[in-house]
């Protein structure tokens, strides 16, 4: 596996053509690396393999001594996202920077990971894709979304554990599987994937092959 | 930010059509490719533009009604499309708005739409 840092940027369509037929695709816009390994693991030092990539730059004055230091060692200025790829499929060197055309060539299948936005306390229709009440008549009147009975009568007579209710939504990490490389744009380190991705517009998102 | 969905659809619209500038009340004709199998023919869709939607954008449409035996039709076409073969302006309306949604309601001699006084186009008509 490999894999770059970089930002969503938006998102827009484009016309492609397949064979012979032209589709208009909805797609998403990647601002991805230029990436610097900021270390390298290897499984006899740390006990397993894994490239450390460095993206954006921050402050110096943001930054923390013990950080300064190690972006130090890769002869690179600080960074302000730093992720760790296991088992990455690209021979690197520390202090090596990676962009996007090295990784990625159109055509190519994607999976992009990022955190979805939040979108704060939320029923269980939106939050876990309840059917809610069927309809509102028969004496229905104010539970059109609820989630119905939760612990039954004298059997269980109470609640079982992780069952799926109203709460906080949104927010946590999203993998979104084989999304097709449409366009690479070496000089913008743009990519271009088909599809929506996680996450707010400025947001880091990982792109792995 | 925006700037750099720019470059992406740019590179899109560098090889946009030329089309003659129309807008929400004219008449126009649109040729359209349609693929049967293997062969390529050309069908024109001939209406009232009834709107321009999301301008100046990779995503811009305008819609086209003709009212086809009896039945109105709208077509949604995207400017970009490349099976828009070319756009024909047959009539230039004069209309106090940018969505023509009240001509849905009429029919006959209710939807008609006066021509501009102004227009450029010569009347085939």
């Given at each position: 596996m490999s894999g770059i840092i970089g930002k969503k940027v938006g998102m827009t369509s484009l016309f492609i053509t397949e064979g012979t037929s032209v589709k208009q695709v909805a797609c998403t816009v990647i601002q991805a690396g230029p990436c610097v390994v900021t270390?390298?693991?290897?499984?006899?030092?740390?006990?397993?393999?894994?490239?450390?990539?460095?993206?954006?730059?921050?402050?110096?004055?943001?930054?923390?001594?013990?950080?300064l230091n190690h972006f130090k060692k890769a002869n690179t200025t600080p960074k302000r996202k730093v992720t760790e790829f296991r088992e990455f499929a690209k021979e690197v060197k520390l202090g090596d920077v990676l962009s996007v055309q090295d990784l990625f060539q159109e055509g190519d299948f994607v999976d992009v990971i990022g955190t979805a936005k939040g979108?704060?306390?939320?029923?269980?229709?939106?939050?876990?894709?309840?059917?809610?009440?069927?309809?509102?008549?028969?004496?229905?009147?104010?539970?059109?979304?609820?989630?119905?009975?939760?612990?039954?009568?004298?059997?269980?007579?109470?609640?079982?554990?992780?069952?799926?209710?109203?709460?906080?939504?949104?927010?946590?990490?999203?993998?979104?599987?084989?999304?097709?490389?449409?366009?690479?744009?070496?000089?913008?380190?743009?990519?271009?994937?088909?599809?929506?991705?996680p996450g707010a517009k400025n947001s880091y998102v990982i792109i792995e092959k | 930010m925006n700037d750099l969905i720019k470059i992406v659809e740019n590179a899109s619209v560098e090889n946009k059509p030329n089309f003659p500038a129309f807008k929400a009340g004219d008449t126009i004709n649109v040729h359209v490719k349609i693929r049967e199998g293997n062969k390529e023919r050309i069908q024109q869709f001939k209406g009232t533009v009834i709107q321009r939607r999301n301008p100046s954008s990779n995503g811009e449409t305008f819609t086209v009604r003709k009212v086809s035996n009896g039945v109105g039709v709208e077509r949604i076409f995207p400017v970009l499309s490349p099976n828009i073969e070319k756009i024909e302006v047959l009539k230039q309306g004069k209309v106090r708005r940018a969505r023509l949604f009240y001509l849905r309601g009429k029919m006959g001699k209710a939807a008609r739409i006066r021509e501009r006084v102004d227009s450029t186009v010569q009347s085939a008509e």
């Open positions: 270390q390298v693991k290897t499984k006899e030092k740390e006990g397993y393999d894994a490239v450390q990539l460095g993206f954006d730059e921050a402050k110096e004055k943001n930054t923390t001594q013990p950080l979108k704060g306390f939320q029923g269980v229709v939106k939050r876990h894709g309840f059917g809610g009440v069927g309809g509102s008549t028969h004496g229905q009147h104010n539970r059109q979304r609820h989630p119905g009975s939760v612990g039954a009568s004298s059997y269980p007579s109470r609640v079982f554990k992780g069952l799926r209710m109203a709460g906080r939504t949104g927010g946590n990490r999203v993998k979104v599987q084989n999304l097709k490389v449409i366009k690479v744009i070496a000089e913008h380190n743009l990519i271009v994937v088909t599809g929506a991705i | -």
